[in-house]
């Protein structure tokens, strides 16, 4: 009996040092730079490039756009936009093709904001610049000019998906109540963007997550009481591939409260 004993624990040692014990799933691949395509940028709003005006349809605020992206933001057409999956999104655009360039075409990197809705009594070609199929960025004024000149109005670009650059971690903003909660998601990094979220109390397993459902832009609506007795555990699910998880659960502490909003320390990269 000690022989077999033995023999199996050889055997299993032998298993083990084949590296079949303990052998970690791959992590999936980072977010990376996708190629150049043709699209074409006009500029909107106040000339500062600051407020509520630049992240109305995927739900940023001022403040957020002020402290989160500064003046490095685009309102995008439809099919960019993408049912308010676009929202979070980085963009390196730069001027092509136009005498309004500036010199050697530098570029910019901007986060999409908001949406530059179609405007159907105009064509495609001639106002109408947001209409489908176009992939069009209707940028903040300061990040418009670093591209061109003003009296340019339109210009012709190319732009590309780039990995979002965001200091610290995600950041979850709450409003609602103890029994509903609607989950503002910022400050994302990697692709930038969310398809699905889902929370539970700290403390309970991981069968209790409840899922969120996608209401608008960055928010998702939880439907389960919550109470504030004990802290949040968030999993987060990137929406572009290749499609990333991650747990935020230091950012809502016990006694949490709605209206305010809270940052955790990891983030998609």
């Known amino acids: ?104 075409s530098p570029s910019v990197i901007i986060t999409g904001t908001n949406l530059c809705p179609p405007n159907w009594y105009l064509p495609n070609d001639n106002g109408g610049w947001c209409n489908p199929p176009r992939q069009h960025f209707d940028m903040a004024p300061p990040s418009f000019l670093r591209l061109a000149q003003r009296v340019a109005g339109i210009i012709p670009i190319q732009f590309r998906r780039v990995p979002c650059q965001r200091p610290g971690g995600v950041r979850l903003c709450l409003q609602g109540n103890y029994y509903w909660l609607l989950v503002y998601v910022m400050n994302v990094a990697g692709s930038g963007d969310v398809s699905d979220l889902a929370v539970k109390r700290a403390g309970e397993p991981d069968y209790n997550y409840a899922h969120a459902s996608h209401n608008w832009g960055i928010t998702y609506q939880v439907f389960r009481a919550m109470g504030n007795a004990h802290g949040l555990v968030f999993k987060l699910t990137s929406y572009s591939s290749p499609q990333q998880t991650i747990v935020v659960d230091d950012a809502i502490p016990a006694g949490w409260s709605t209206g305010l909003c809270y940052q955790g320390s990891n983030n998609f990269y």
């Not at 500029?43 to 992240?55: K, T």
């Open 1 to 104: 009996m000690a022989a077999i004993v033995v023999a199996l624990i050889m055997a299993a040692a032998q298993v083990a040092s084949a590296g079949y014990y303990y052998q970690q799933p791959a992590a999936p691949a980072p977010y990376k730079t996708s190629d150049w395509q043709d699209g074409s940028a006009t500029f909107y709003g106040d000339d500062s490039g600051l407020g509520a005006d630049f992240g109305g349809a995927c739900g940023f605020g001022a403040n957020d756009i002020l402290s989160l992206y500064s003046t490095y933001t685009a309102a995008l057409s439809t099919p960019l936009f993408n049912q308010g999956n676009g929202c979070g999104q980085c963009y390196e655009l730069r001027c092509v093709k136009s005498p309004w360039c500036n010199p050697g």
